[in-house]
């Protein structure tokens, strides 16, 4: 009787070990993936090069994964506070992710196209709120899924035009949003606020403004692609869909990867992980591995260091940064 309680405790310990969830997400370099597998522009051409999103591999750290983490190179643990907002759950954040996965999908699109000279409209609806940000005013007036419409009862076209109208008040102004609601419409009023500790910057305190819009694009893009959130890969989308939208063989036949959020302006912007992406970069033997300028091409770098590789690695700032980069390599 006394060997079997012990042969039960140590199941226990071991299915703890294995299977409890801890406050902590694992992530480690992911995959490199030739876009054009599952993005197709209508009437395009797919050429010999390939132009490669990549990803980070991320899972909810158990005892075991933790332990194997302090490990495993190129892994890390951090607390899930870093991923979720407060009180969001695990379904809400896989959620903004594939929101921001969508839009990042519709900018590449709409900025691809303009560069083009392609038919490119966009019906814009608003701004998505993701969260409002704990403790701020708009905590109390806000909730997650409301549409922002009008600022003082003026419209705005974009997402940037969205900023900058935010951006024209002082922190304390009052303002009148307005938003829908579960199908209606609502008016409800908030105060700008500082979001920055010089008080410079001023928001209305959400997450992550988002916009909601339907794009629609002549010759029509087909975009297959699922279980990846984010928004880090606006660039190589926006870089694949001009590609066959124009002649020639955008990379030149080589394997180009790349990282990067992109706005409908064609900028670039920081993601995260971009030490992890270039290690998937260089496991499919990419040549280039574009990132953005600042910090997340400095870890770049390093990674690169560590893994004593030659792959060349391209800060950008643009998208066109990026087609000149391809366009001169060829």
């Known amino acids: 009787m006394k060997s079997l309680k012990i042969g039960l405790g140590l199941l226990v310990t071991v299915l703890l070990f294995l299977f409890v969830p801890l406050p902590y997400y694992i992530s480690s370099p992911g ?24 990803t980070i591999s991320q899972r909810r750290a158990t005892p075991f994964w933790l332990v194997e983490s302090w490990v495993t190179p190129f892994t890390e643990a951090n607390l899930s506070s870093r991923y979720l907002y407060d009180g969001e759950s695990e379904a809400d954040y896989e ?34 709120v993701s969260a409002p940000i704990p403790g701020s005013l708009a ?75 339907e794009i629609t694009a002549d010759p029509e893009v087909d975009v297959a692609l699922t279980n990846v959130g984010g928004p880090s890969a606006g660039l190589m989308f926006t870089l694949e869909i001009y590609d066959q939208l124009t002649p020639g063989d955008l990379a030149n036949g080589k394997r180009i990867a790349g990282t990067g959020t992109v706005d409908e302006e064609g900028n670039v912007g920081p993601i995260g992980g971009a030490w992890q992406k270039i290690v998937a970069a260089d496991e499919e033997k990419a040549e280039v591995f574009f990132v953005p300028a600042g910090s997340n091409y400095e870890d770049a770098l390093e990674s ?11 800060p950008v700032k643009t998208v066109e940064d990026a087609i000149r980069y391809l366009e001169e390599m060829n």
């Open 95 to 128: 959620r903004r992710q594939q929101l921001l996965m969508d839009s990042s999908q519709q900018a590449a699109v709409q900025y691809a196209y303009q560069l083009a000279d392609q038919d490119v409209t966009v019906d814009f609806e608003g701004i998505y």
């Open 139 to 213: 905590a109390n007036t806000l909730k997650p899924g409301d549409v922002i419409t009008a600022i003082d009862g003026m419209s705005f076209a974009t997402r940037v035009d969205f900023l900058n109208r935010v951006s024209e008040f002082d922190a304390g102004d009052e303002v009148e949003l307005t938003i829908e609601r579960d199908g209606e419409e609502r008016v409800v009023q908030t105060l700008i606020q500082p979001i920055d500790q010089s008080g410079d910057r001023v928001g209305i305190g959400i997450y992550e403004p988002l916009p909601v819009q």
């Open 31 to 54: 995959a490199a993936t030739s876009i054009e597998e599952f993005l197709t522009v209508q009437g395009g051409e797919k050429e010999d090069g390939e132009l490669m999103m990549v």
């Open 304 to 314: 690169r260091d560590r893994l004593d590789s030659d792959i060349e690695v391209v």
